[in-house]
């Protein structure tokens, strides 16, 4: 059964029963119509209450029925609503805890609501690209008026449901309520009431409609650009003002099948199931015993180490920093207090709230100060020397079972394990800069990480609020190697003839948040010619344009350094053009015997994306990583790729593989050609019809 009947003093009590969240999935949706229709049929029920099982009045629709034919079997959605609407006797939806997307359509169809405190009210399906496509953008707008729905409906954020008292909800009982008894009260003392409320009925009534919906309009055009379901939203609760509630529910309809089908909509849901997926390792059952992390150090107070250490005190995890020099530990600690004051300036968090934080990081110079401590984040300098020296002694003076973790962006995990006597609790924690800011924590796993270490960091990284992606032991991991590819064509680009501000434009314009250049110059270009003049050692065979050394080779390592690929003014950081570096580019074309030509954006945009494509296949057929969306998830949340082409894998799959081969081939023809040996992977799945995500 996924809805219980009960019938007490004289009320039907219909308990929605589908854990986690009530979804409604076709079981639901059969049992509620089916015990709507018992008691319609009852002589002896006066009243109906329906309410939600366990944590939620219900959550909306199943996430398990989505893109199956299953969520437009009957009874569908529309059925269910309409049963409750149309029953002769009252239906009171009766809420707590979590009301939203089609459990709130069903609540507006039932005759009255009511609710205790603290519930999650809303209609969140704009996140996924959609618009409540049940009613939702009729019936709201009418109970709640026009602007508060506007509100709800197109941010998709939850409103708590005291704030709805005498307009969406008839009554909400004090805290503490027994909500089914108070509301079988309720339905008892509305019994009689005849004719029936129904929003249907009701008008939006408002002065300015067209105002307000113009107001909007404009609003959501200048930041949704990319993201079609926003203004959707606003056109459909238009139709609620302007049009009789049969042909505004007529026009959500069609625009609701219409964004199902955009590609913005099928790469957010693709994200949302990939951000679920990627918890899921297939040697770590979800019930995998996890270790408890109570205390937190980290090593090294540098760019890295600081935000790292944030992440532990935001999350309330007391943590030490430990440093070799006293001078280094109080910059450190000195930039977290700053960071936390402007957090504070910028109205995001309160002044006690920041001093709470800044007392949970402590500093220190000596390893015992931090033996203690449950998990140790080393993120000292990217040298496999200085890695040793600090792994040694981790090993020496950390209690057994602290888990050492490295912050390392590029080296060996499996060597820096091979430093300990205990390589099952060494792990790869790869924190993206800003560290206290970005979403993506890549996790690696070494050839001798153990479960309970990998299942420990999952859970972590969850109680830090980041997207945890498991990636396997390669040079770079997933995100930066494949980063390397988009920037060696980025710089062969340079050669060709494009200057770095046409690719960055080009880039953004694609979607990206920052182009390739813009990037180099705040992450500091010393970083990649670090990472270079190793690689020419190491691996003389790859290519790499020599603009960035040349670039170097002058100090321009960036904002940092006031110049990079563009000049930057005191105490600014917007990029201008640079004349210097254009000239230099132009001469270094010159001196390679390169005639420059007009790149369209277009190539810019197919090299850049297609380069990490390929190299994602390949991290794929390798097994670096578990699953195509997890490669999806590294891009959306740690590199900036835009959200609504659903990353790099998504997007090939929607290009069609074929045809990303067939432009691959095409610059196979052209300068370093070599760059684009396909993957196999990717010659396979094109040959066989299929995508990376299907
Ligand atoms: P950084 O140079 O800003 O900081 C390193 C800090 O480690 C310095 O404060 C230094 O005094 C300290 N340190 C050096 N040797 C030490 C030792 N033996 N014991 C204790 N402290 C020591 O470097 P950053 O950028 O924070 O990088 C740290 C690690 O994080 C590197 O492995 C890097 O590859 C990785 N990483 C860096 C990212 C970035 O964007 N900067 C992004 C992701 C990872």
Redesign the pocket.
Known sequence: MSADYQVQNHVAVITLNNPPVNGLGLATRTAAVEALQRAEADPAVKAVVITGAGKAFSGGADIREFNSPKALTEPTLHTLIRTAEGLSKPVVAAIHSVCMGGGLELALGCAYRVAVPGAQIALPEVKLGLLPGAGGTQRLPRVIGLEAALEMIVSGSPVPSEKFAGTLFDEVFPAGTDLVAASVDFANRIADVCPLPKVRERKVEHANAAAVLDAARAKVRAVSAGFPAPLECIETIAAAVNLPFDEGCKFERERFIHLTQTVESKALRHAFFAERAASKIPDVPADTATREIKTAAV???????GGIAMNFANAGIPVTI????QE?LDK?LATIRKNYENTVKKGKLTPEKAEQRIALVKGTLDYQDIAQADIVIE????DMG?KE??FRKLDEVMRPGAILAS????LDLNKIAAFTSRPHDVIGL????PANVMKLLEIVRGHETGIHVLATALALSKKLKKTGVVSGVCDGFIGNRMVEQYIRQAGFLLDEGALPQQVDQAIEKFGFAMGPFRMGDL?GNDIGWYIRKRRYVEMPEVAYSKTADLLCEQGRFGQKTGAGWYDYQAGDRTPHPSQLVHDMIVQHSKDLGIERRTIPDEEIVERLVYALVNEGAKILEEGIALRASDIDMVYLTGYGFPLYRGGPMFYADTVGLPKVLEAMAKYARGYHGEAWAPAALLQRLAAEGKGFNS
């Open positions: 090593v090294g107070a540098g760019t890295m180490g430990l440093e070799t020099k280094a450190g993120a000292v300098f990217e200085v020296t600090v912050n390392t962006s590029t790869h924190f993206f800069s992450a």
